[in-house]
């Protein structure tokens, strides 16, 4: 973490333009269904309070892409922050526009402006250097505590640090801290594994993380590619034929490097995408046509169990069966509990899914870190430069 932070410069009682991510779930009753990135966010909300700061917060939800849509209102996470804060957090009813220039302009030292929907303009996503120039007019400084859009070079997550100093809140470094000691300096052995849907996503990263651990799982839809690549009936399966060539120009290369890359023996197929379906576990040489994977079976468990047993640092990004349908949960299920009984380990879940299926586990606080950005986590690995964080002041 060579980036400055909050606590690396002068802040009292100024005016910071704070970029959250409060981009969570609701129900069609417009309630929170989750508000753990807004727990994310207090600590850094609450520094800026004792520093006497006027803060300005500004994040998205969902994507209203460039259109003012009342479904997407950031209403109701003013109402969930005042709740967690125990003040009011004062909801502005535009972005740069006169109500929340007012509000902007009017702010006293210890009060909170929320700002509309960011996305509700299309120059947030184009960074649109006149809309990122008028965000910055707003405040002194800007801090940048959203590390689940910091894959996204938008006029909230990167353009407005060409117009103000810019540092990290404590989120921010936190998942750098965390991400990038494990990719830095993991304490050994380090293990990784990768489920998900599709191959394609993750090529970068299985690429990346070869450089790197001592042993890689790959479980989920990616793994029918690999089975496929062999030479081997997948039947319905989610699978691409096209990037056969790829998983084996990976499994080459993992031995080549000595990694242990570990696919699945036996997978649990269903005959529909339903909840209730025909279901069965086979080897994974002998799925029949016509049915479809959706999880790894009792054997592949106990095989990733036995190979995560001593591992120091562990990296799970991508949950390893269809975990939304309960009879197909149990893989993903069993890997959260074995990672939650692994002594002395590092435990870095990489947002998403991922996320997900540990909190619905019940096994969240169990880990050592979960990753709010599923996306920015997955480029973190990758080894790309993530733009809210390149342009973030040096320390």
């Not at 259109?67 to 502005?92: C, D, H, R, T, W």
């Not at 380990?345 to 019940?362: H, L, N, R």
């Amino acid at each position: 973490m060579n980036k400055k932070t909050i606590k690396d410069i002068e802040l009292e009682g100024k005016k910071v333009f704070l970029r959250c991510d409060f981009n969570v779930p609701m129900d069609e009753n417009k309630n929170i269904t989750d508000n753990r990135r807004i727990i994310a966010a207090l600590p850094t909300i609450k520094y800026l309070l004792d520093k006497n700061c006027k803060i300005i917060l500004a994040s998205h939800l969902g994507r209203p892409k460039g259109e003012v849509k009342p479904e997407f209102s950031l209403a109701p996470v003013a109402k969930e922050l005042s709740k967690q804060l125990g003040i009011e957090v004062i909801l502005a009813k535009d972005i740069i526009g006169e109500d929340a220039k007012q509000k902007a302009a009017n702010l006293k030292e210890g009060e909170i402006l929320l700002l509309e929907n960011i996305r509700f303009h299309r120059e947030e996503t184009d960074n649109d250097p006149n809309f990122a120039k008028q965000l910055a007019s707003m405040a002194e400084i800007y801090v940048n505590d959203a590390f689940g859009a910091a894959h996204r070079a938008h006029a909230s997550t990167s353009g407005i640090a060409q117009y103000l100093p810019a540092v990290a809140g404590f989120l921010m470094e936190k998942e750098l801290n965390f991400l990038g000691s494990a990719l830095e300096n993991p304490e050994r052995p380090f293990v990784a594994i990768l489920g998900g849907a599709k191959v394609s996503d993750k090529i970068g990263v299985i690429d990346s993380l070869l450089e790197k651990v001592d042993t890689l799982m790959i479980g989920g839809g990616m793994a029918y590619t690999f089975f496929k690549a062999q030479g081997y009936n997948v039947g319905n399966s989610l699978c691409e034929p096209d990037k056969a060539d790829l998983a084996i120009e990976e499994m080459k290369k993992a031995e080549e490097k000595g990694v242990k890359l570990i696919l699945p023996v036996d997978t649990k197929v269903g005959k529909e995408f339903k909840q209730d379906t025909e279901s069965k576990t086979v080897k994974w040489t002998e799925i029949p046509d016509d049915w479809e994977g959706f999880d790894i079976g009792e054997k592949t468990i106990e095989m990733f169990k036995e190979n995560l047993k001593g591992a120091k640092t562990v990296i799970w990004n991508g949950p390893v069966g269809l975990f939304e349908f309960e009879q197909f949960a149990i893989g993903t299920n069993e890997i959260a509990r074995a990672l939650s009984e692994l002594e002395g380990a590092i435990t870095i879940i990489g947002g998403g899914d991922s996320a997900a299926a540990v909190e619905k586990a019940g096994l969240a606080d169990k880990m050592t870190h979960i990753s709010t950005g599923g996306g920015a986590s997955l480029e973190f690995l990758e080894g790309k430069k993530l733009p809210g964080v390149e342009c973030l002041l040096n320390k």
